[in-house]
């Protein structure tokens, strides 16, 4: 009888979250996060000698065509203190996909189910930044992560690494029963760029992510910086996974959490692709192309959620987040694109609804 009561209470929440965040979407023809972005496109190519076990849909040499989008989360100025994203569709189109890969900054993330992410979503419309102190306080592991996930005045979106976080079902050819996380890098496999400097940050004595004192550069340099870099050359990455095999005794933490990161000891990060960036896109085009988890190969899977308290509800939410999608582009369809982030500050830009 619980576990009935649990399904239905998962099921009216995630729902009635979709129609108040889907709402707002429609209304400001914004992303409800990552609201700030730029698009790409290129090739995605498997490698020839995958480390991995072999798999119906990363086959080894195969190619896909592909589009790129990085972004900063939520704020509308590239030099706040923010999280960056690469989404990641393996096709060169708005939305139809075999695949897509969401990534953010850092290993973990806020919030590790729907309690969290509810939790987490009426701090933020309370205003955000001051708000976040007691929420931190209350949630020392979501301080952790937002500590490790931001990022100060990166030079290029191109030499920070991204994280899918959530863990996946990987159904290999073997038919053992795995899970998959995945990361995007760095061509140079080099340090990343953009670690806050914390002394320098006055997280402690109350969080900002405001501008620090004397910012000159535009509120668009980082997007600015990565269209000039791409128009020199191509820009290349390389997509990892990690593997995790389930074991007898693992508990649904193990295997679902996002907040649970895998030993690279026992679970290496293993090459699965380049990806070579070629040119950018409209800022149009930006605004109507769409990432979903939903799209996947059926060689990998979303696992079923039971509450709204288990690790798997967060991809179940984020499935249904599609429709959220959806109702930002009908809106954008009917009125237009907003139009793009202006160069220069005015007082209250920076944080839309
Ligand atoms: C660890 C968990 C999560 C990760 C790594 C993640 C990652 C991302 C990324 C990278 C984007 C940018 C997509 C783009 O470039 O267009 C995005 C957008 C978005 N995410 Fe998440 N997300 C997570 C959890 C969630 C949850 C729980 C929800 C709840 C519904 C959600 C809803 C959305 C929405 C609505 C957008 C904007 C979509 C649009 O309007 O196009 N995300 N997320």
């Not at 189910?113 to 701090?123: E, K, R």
């Not at 895998?262 to 990060?269: R, S």
């Not at 990432?291 to 959620?305: E, H, K, Q, R, V």
Request: hydrophobic fraction near 35%; charged fraction near 25%.
């Amino acid at each position: 009888m619980k576990a009935f009561v649990d399904r239905w209470v998962l099921f009216f929440t995630a729902w009635g979250a979709v129609a108040v965040i889907g709402w707002r979407s429609f209304r400001s023809r914004l992303r409800m996060s990552h609201k700030n972005g730029i698009l790409a496109a290129g090739r995605i190519r498997i490698v020839d000698a995958p480390a991995f076990p072999e798999h119906d849909f990363f086959r080894p040499g195969a190619e896909f065509p592909c589009r790129l989008r990085h972004a900063s989360i939520s704020y509308l100025d590239d030099a706040m203190l923010v999280v960056r994203a690469a989404s990641l569709k393996f096709a060169d189109t708005r939305f139809e996909s075999p695949l897509d890969l969401l990534m953010n900054n850092g290993q973990t993330s806020f919030f590790w189910d729907v309690t969290s992410f509810m939790g987490f979503g009426s701090v933020t419309n309370q205003g955000r930044d001051p708000h976040f102190v007691k929420w931190m306080e209350d949630y020392p592991l979501t301080r952790k992560s937002l500590l490790e996930s931001v990022r100060r005045d990166p030079s290029t979106f191109a030499q920070l690494y991204y994280y899918s976080q959530t863990p996946f079902e990987f159904r290999a050819r073997d038919g053992r029963p795995r899970f998959v996380k995945f990361r995007l890098i760095p061509e140079d496999r080099g340090k990343e760029d953009g670690l806050p400097n914390w002394d320098e940050e006055p997280w402690n004595t109350g969080w900002t992510q405001g501008l620090l004192p004397g910012e000159t550069r535009s509120r668009n340099y980082l997007k600015d910086e990565y269209r000039e870099r791409v128009a020199r050359g191509p820009v290349t990455y390389h997509l990892q996974l990690q593997l995790h095999e389930q074991r007898p005794g693992d508990s649904r933490d193990t295997l679902l959490s996002c907040m649970v990161v895998w030993d690279e000891a026992t679970h290496p990060w293993m090459d699965l692709a380049t990806v070579t960036i070629d040119r950018t896109l409209s800022y149009d085009e930006e605004e109507r192309t769409l990432f979903t988890i939903g799209n996947l190969p059926p060689s990998m899977g979303i696992t079923p959620a039971r509450s709204v308290d288990d690790p798997a509800s967060l991809n179940y939410l984020r499935l249904r987040g599609g429709w959220i999608r959806r109702a930002r582009l009908f809106a954008i369809r009917l009125f237009g694109a907003p139009p793009p982030i202006p160069n220069e500050r005015t007082p209250g830009y920076f944080n839309p609804v």
